[in-house]
């Protein structure tokens, strides 16, 4: 059995002290980015492996920054799985610190901006939803510079922003919620309403995959967008609306949990919820409520609870055990009716 490169290994190829290494390879300062650039290269063509585990049991870091949107409907969820991992996982000793933001690319950005400005890089690990924006690019890319792991759960920017992504298949939602509304529909015209909010990453995402079915199916389909995420009440004023003035509609599809309860609500009040096709997206106890009640025919589930606990475990196994995690984790979606709402999680 071949012997394990050490670090003492690593700072005679260098021709540095093990101490120097061992603050490079940490992250610690006193090391210049060129001087750590260099160790890392080494210590990575050599084979050298850190003993994680030493490494944070003597260190007295264990606070991880967590960043998800505020608890409401999805995002409960979220918060959810990661509570379940760090609960299933309390013998580490991680500190969670906590910031909340209303689900805009603009919140998130502060709430990055806020997360930093407590903690810096004094961080073990990050967990957050990845955003395309510029001011949420800059706070990862400081933490990347130092030495901070950080995981996305929900939805990705690029791999050079974070260590990996806990995801859902956002296209096959759109594509199985396709698939579901044609079988019904067979054969006829179908005027579908679309609703959600698509500058939102994984809610694009999930408008492309169902458009997609339809464009390929060549069906007789025509579909109107209300792409609109402000309060629930303004979205199920407006869907109402829709629904109440144009009676050619008749399915309503909602890429997002939020719009799924205010697509119900109005169905519900446009007095035509018995004639209409409503298919919505993740299960929560409103959605579930409506799929008891035969409001809603179906949801399509991204299991957001298990991509957090997914995305929780992905970091600790890099942080206690140094296992790197694939690139992308996924969940794949299933199909909730009334008839086995009951029995999913």
Not at 296 to 317: D, E, F, S, T
Request: proline share 3%.
């Amino acid at each position: 059995m071949s012997k394990s490169v050490t670090l003492a290994d690593v700072a005679r190829a260098v021709g540095v002290a093990p101490s120097t290494v061992q603050r490079a390879l940490s992250g610690a300062a006193g090391v210049s980015e060129e001087k750590s650039r260099e160790i890392r290269e080494v210590a990575q063509r050599m084979g050298y492996r850190r003993n994680a585990m030493a490494t944070l049991l003597k260190s007295a870091n264990r606070d991880i920054a967590v960043i998800l949107p505020k608890r409401d409907y999805y995002s409960n969820e979220l918060w959810d799985g990661v509570q379940q991992f760090f609960s299933e996982n309390a013998g580490f000793g991680f500190a969670l610190h906590k910031y909340t933001y209303q689900r805009t690319s603009e919140a998130l950005a502060g709430a990055l901006e806020n997360a930093y400005a407590d903690h810096g890089t004094r961080l073990c690990g990050v967990l957050t939803m990845g955003e395309r924006l510029p001011g949420a690019q800059k706070i990862y890319q400081k933490w990347k510079a130092g030495h901070v792991p950080v995981v996305f759960v929900g939805t990705d920017t690029t791999s050079e922003d974070r260590l990996c992504c806990s995801l859902g298949y956002d296209d096959l939602a759109g594509k199985m919620a396709a698939d579901l509304l044609l079988l019904a529909g067979k054969g006829e015209h179908i005027k579908i309403l679309m609703t959600g909010d698509f500058s939102i990453a994984d809610q694009y995402y999930n408008m492309q995959g169902f458009e997609r079915v339809i464009m390929d199916q060549k069906t007789d389909c025509e579909i109107v967008k209300f792409n609109r995420r402000t309060t629930s009440l303004s979205v199920k004023e407006t869907l109402s609306s829709y629904l109440t003035k144009d009676p050619a509609i008749t399915t309503v599809y909602s890429t997002s949990a939020r719009n799924t309860v205010a697509m119900c609500e109005a169905a519900l009040e446009s007095g035509r919820w018995e004639e209409l096709r409503l298919i919505g997206n993740d299960l929560f106890p409103q959605s579930r409520q409506f799929l008891k009640d035969g409001v809603l025919n179906a949801v399509i589930h991204k299991l957001p609870k298990n991509q957090a606990y997914n995305a929780a475990q992905a970091l600790v196994n890099f942080l206690v055990h140094g296992q790197r995690p694939a690139d992308t984790v996924r969940c794949c979606p299933v199909v909730v009716t009334r008839s086995n709402c009951g029995l999913i999680d």
